[in-house]
């Protein structure tokens, strides 16, 4: 309770009795979270453990200002690989309107939600009537073609902000990586935000929030 978010914080890693790592962290630099983990509750009645995903990059990619500005009831959002529906369901709970694209089902309470349309496409393919405020996109599916739509969903201004994940390769994760961000850098045209973060439920994948 007496922790003082402006002063640096000391870091120990104890090895063994005899050995240990000194650490410290500057404020602003550094995970709010002890140990860095987000101890976020999984949404409730949520169609699939994917949900955790989402809310933890909507917590740890987008300030709090940036949460309350960018996501609001009312707006509206696709969802690129939908199915089951748990990112889905993180944007209906926040009061957005979501077209849901797979050719997939989708689960309760996301099936037959008032909010939600349920579009069996191809998200590669589809695009929408008019721009959105949001999209999301958890297709499994090679991350520089996953980079390169998403470049375009952002250059045909087809929506404002975005949260994508690049599923990461078994080899060479560090060089898919800054390859697709640089190709998205370079495709994308001009961005507000672009931020990228391996997060703690799931490392197997980099989430990027991107804000035109
Ligand atoms: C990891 S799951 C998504 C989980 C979802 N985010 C959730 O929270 O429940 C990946 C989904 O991408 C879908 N998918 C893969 N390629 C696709 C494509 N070309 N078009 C639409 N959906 C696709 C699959 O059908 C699958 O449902």
């Known amino acids: 309770a007496s922790d003082d978010a402006r002063k640096p914080r000391l870091h120990v890693l104890l090895h063994s009795g005899t050995a240990l790592d000194l650490a410290s962290s500057r404020p602003g630099d550094r995970s709010p979270w002890p140990g860095g983990i987000p101890r976020l509750r999984q949404p409730p009645h949520a169609p699939s453990r994917s949900a955790a995903k989402l809310d933890e990059a909507i917590h740890t990619l987008l300030t709090a200002e940036e949460r309350t500005q960018l996501l609001r009831e009312g707006m509206r959002a696709a969802d690129l690989g939908a199915a089951p529906g748990g990112w889905t369901w993180v944007l209906v709970r926040a009061g957005l309107r979501v077209s849901a694209v797979d ?108 804000r035109r």
């Open 103 to 210: 050719n997939g089902p989708l689960k309760e309470p996301v099936l037959g939600h008032p909010q939600v349309e349920h579009l069996r496409a191809d998200g590669f393919r589809w695009q929408p009537a008019r721009p959105l405020d949001w999209m999301v996109c958890d297709m499994v599916e090679q991350p520089r073609r996953v980079a390169g739509r998403m470049a375009q969903w952002f250059r045909e201004g087809w929506c404002r902000n975005a949260v994508f994940n690049l599923k990461l390769p078994m080899k060479k994760r560090w060089e898919e990586t800054r390859y697709c961000l640089d190709l998205f850098r370079a495709e994308a045209g001009e961005l507000k935000a672009l931020r990228a973060r391996q997060l703690y439920h799931d490392r197997e994948e980099i989430t990027v929030f991107a």
